[in-house]
């Protein structure tokens, strides 16, 4: 298992920087909306929303990666992986706050 | 010619492995599009798939031989999102008064099979599912990155064949640079080694010169002292010779005196003085002193024959 896991990092590390800054956040953010929508059951959320915040997980996660690569001494590839995720459950949980705020607020909409 | 062609029918087989990959990455889009609103699995499963299938798709594109690792994954979730179908469809059958207001022979778009009715049916009631923009977003998506993949391999060839005319380039330069300093160090050792030998040669000279100066003193020694020796040896000789001769000459040789008073030498003009009479010796004594008649001085002085003897 360990020597799969040397070979797979080296297979990793051998890809081009663009792919891995491109493809990590992008598995991340699957993984996490995939991961978030089983967990939340058939009507958590319209497949439409799911979509949209796997897209802006997946920008964030792409952003933000190369910004925290510097702090954390770890490969490209888990960096934008866990920010993919990251950026994923971030914009998850901005909109529902948001949300939120907006239908509980006095003058909002279904709140006369 | 050969390495082009190879490398030609290697780019060949990649445009058409991405080509294969991409076509395939559309039409499951557009069947995922179609079939994510039946249920949260079709489109949670769907989206892993053909997420997958877009990570297969750009590795396929730009990193080509790691695909064999990612075509695993694309079709494991093509293979998952399959067996859900079937699940779900075994699960939740479509009824048979859903399908019995379907034409099946009016069915041409799709397989005749129950999913394949029931899209059909949907299409009807929903004409917006197989929504002629979709498939023309798909197409250009389609052509779009075909040209751009192909656009993509042709500048990464250029590049790659600059890189490799460069390396060669360099690599050329080492060589003569190498080469260079080969042969600048042979050229060194050997003006050393002349240089050297050519000391050796000056030094063998100089020491046969001088063994041949000391010789050539040697001689030159010899030879001044023998000459000293010859010298003083004819110096006392000659002193010897000279002395014999200086005896020789004061006992032998003796330098007749004028037996008498020189005339005196007649200054003036033999016309206007009277001559002197000579006392002209008698004439029995004439031949014994070699004078004669015919002198013409009339007189047996030396000085009156030749006024310049004693000067």
């Known amino acids: 298992m360990n020597e799969f896991l040397q070979e797979l990092a080296t297979a990793l590390n051998g890809f081009p920087p663009i792919l891995i800054v491109l493809l990590a956040p992008f598995c991340g953010s699957l993984a996490a909306c995939i991961v978030v929508g089983i967990a939340g059951g058939p009507d958590a959320d319209s497949p439409g929303k799911i979509a949209g915040q796997f897209v802006v997980g997946w920008l964030a996660g792409a952003f933000g990666g190369p910004l925290l690569a510097p702090i954390f001494n770890a490969p490209a590839y888990t960096i934008g992986f866990v920010a993919g995720a990251s950026g994923y459950w971030g914009i998850k949980v901005y909109l529902k706050k948001k949300q939120d705020e907006i239908l509980n607020k006095p003058g909002g909409p279904g709140n006369p | 010619m050969i390495m082009t062609m190879k490398l030609f029918v290697a780019e060949l087989w990649h445009f058409a492995a991405v080509f294969v990959v991409l076509l395939f990455f559309v039409a499951f889009y557009i069947r995922w599009m179609q079939s994510y609103r039946i249920s949260h699995g079709h489109f949670l499963i769907g989206m892993g798939a053909v997420g997958s299938t877009f990570v297969a798709l750009l590795v396929a594109m730009f990193a080509f031989s790691y695909l064999v690792v990612f075509l695993i994954l694309c ?140 010789e050539t003193a040697k001689l030159a020694a010899t030879v001044a002292r023998e000459t000293k020796t010859a010298n003083s040896r004819l110096e006392r000789k000659l002193d010897r010779t000279n002395a014999n001769v200086e005896r020789a000459r004061k006992s032998a040789i003796i330098i007749p005196a004028p037996v008498r008073s020189s005339p005196p030498i007649n200054l003036l003009s033999p016309d206007r003085v009277k001559p002197v009479p000579v006392d002209v010796p008698q004439r029995r004594n004439r031949h014994k002193v070699g004078y004669t008649e015919a002198d013409p001085c009339d007189c047996d002085s030396l000085l009156a024959r030749n006024p310049y003897l004693y000067q």
């Open chain 2, 75 to 214: 079709l494991l979730g093509a293979g998952i999102w399959l067996i859900y179908n079937d699940w779900y469809f075994y699960r939740f059958p479509i009824g048979r008064e859903v399908l019995a207001s379907v034409d099946v022979h009016r069915a041409t778009l799709g397989a005749n099979t129950r999913l394949g009715r029931y899209l059909r049916r949907r299409q009807e009631s929903q004409p917006a599912i197989f929504n002629s923009l979709v498939w023309l977003i798909g197409a250009c998506l389609l052509v779009v990155s075909l040209f751009g993949f192909g656009f993509y391999r042709v500048v990464t060839a250029i590049a790659v064949g600059e890189k490799r005319a460069v390396a060669a380039q360099k690599a050329a330069t080492a060589e003569v640079k190498q080469e260079v300093v080969q042969v600048r160090s042979e050229l060194t050792q050997t003006f050393q080694e002349a240089t050297d030998s050519l000391k050796a040669g000056q030094q063998a000279i100089v020491e046969s010169t001088q063994t041949v100066n000391r």
